[in-house]
C-alpha cells in the first residue's frame, strides 16, 4: 500500500509511507535496502522530510494524525492531532511544514521544531484542498482544490492572494522556480498551467491536455519536464461497506508515464 516517498539526501535515507498496514518504511538511498520499518498511525499517505529538523512528517488520513520521526536515529518521536483529514503536505526548508486538510478546507502551518501547530488558516469553504507547493522565496502556497480552483495563498499570513480556475479532480500541485509557474494535474484530463507575473500578480497561461486519471505528478526543475502516471480502467466495481468509494481496476499493461516539456 505504498503511498509517497520522502528523501532525506543529507542523511542518505528515504522513507516510505504504507497505507495498508500502517507503517514508513525506511531505506538506504545508496543500495536500497531496507533499514527500518516504522509504526505510524492508519493510513499513512502524505509524507515529508523537513530538513532544519531532519525529521519527517508522514499524515495518516485514517486516523487524522501526523507520525513524527527522527530521521537521523530512525525513531518514532511523536505524533500531531491534526483534527481533519491530511492531503498533500510540504515542508519550506525554513522550519515549517503545511499539510492541507481536506474536510475541514484548511491549510495548517506546523513548527518542526516543537511539532506545534502554529495557524490554522481557513479555505473557502468546500474547496476540499489536495495538491500542495510552494514559492518559497516569495512565501506562496499553490494549492489544488476539489471544487475546480487554485488558492493562491501568503505562506506567513494566510492571506488568500487569488484563486484560479483548474480542472476536475486535481491530485498534484508543482511549483516551478524558474518558469515561475505553477502546474495543478487532474483526473479530467488536463494540467493547468499558472503564471506568476509579478508577487502578487498570477493568470491561467494555459491548460495542457493530458490523458483521464493523468493526477499524479513528478516534476525536474533542472530540465522543466513533468511526468504524470496513468493508465486504462475497467468497470467501477460496485459500493460496499468495506468499499464505499471504489476505484475502477487498472488493466494489465497499460501503465504509461507521461512526459511533458515545457518551453520558456
Known amino acids: 500500500g505504498v503511498h509517497g516517498i520522502a528523501l532525506a539526501p543529507d542523511l542518505k535515507r528515504g522513507f516510505i509511507s504504507n497505507g495498508a498496514d500502517n507503517t514508513v518504511t525506511v531505506f538506504d538511498l545508496t543500495t536500497l535496502k531496507i533499514l527500518a520499518t516504522l509504526p ?77 501547530i502554529e495557524a490554522r488558516w481557513s479555505l473557502p469553504e468546500g474547496s476540499a484542498p489536495s495538491g500542495v507547493a510552494i514559492d518559497a522565496a516569495n512565501q506562496r502556497l499553490f494549492i489544488g482544490c476539489g471544487n475546480q480552483t487554485m488558492v493562491v495563498l501568503d505562506s506567513s499570513s494566510g492571506k488568500i492572494m487569488t484563486t484560479l480556475p483548474i480542472g476536475e479532480g486535481v491530485d498534484a500541485c508543482v511549483y516551478d522556480p524558474i518558469g515561475k509557474r505553477a502546474f495543478a494535474s487532474c483526473g479530467d484530463g488536463t494540467m493547468t498551467v499558472i503564471q506568476r507575473s509579478d508577487k502578487n500578480t498570477y493568470v491561467v497561461a494555459e491548460k495542457v491536455i493530458t490523458e483521464p486519471r493523468a493526477r499524479t505528478m513528478a516534476f525536474d526543475p533542472t530540465t522543466g519536464i513533468a511526468y504524470l502516471p496513468t493508465a486504462k480502467f475497467g468497470p467501477l466495481p460496485p459500493v460496499t461497506p468495506e468499499h464505499p468509494k471504489p476505484r475502477p481496476p487498472i488493466l494489465p499493461d497499460s501503465l504509461e508515464i507521461l512526459v511533458l516539456t515545457s518551453h520558456s
Open 40 to 116: 505510524t498511525g492508519k493510513k499513512p499517505d502524505a509524507i515529508c522530510y523537513e530538513p532544519t529538523t531532519h525529521r519527517v512528517f508522514a499524515f495518516n488520513g485514517g486516523s487524522g494524525t501526523a507520525t513524527v520521526i527522527d530521521a537521523a536515529t530512525e525513531k518514532v518521536i511523536g505524533e500531531i492531532p491534526l483534527d481533519g483529514k491530511p492531503e498533500f503536505a510540504l515542508a519550506d526548508g525554513h522550519g515549517s511544514v503545511f499539510d492541507a486538510l481536506e474536510d475541514k478546507s484548511q491549510i495548517l502551518k506546523i513548527n518542526a521544531s516543537t511539532l506545534a
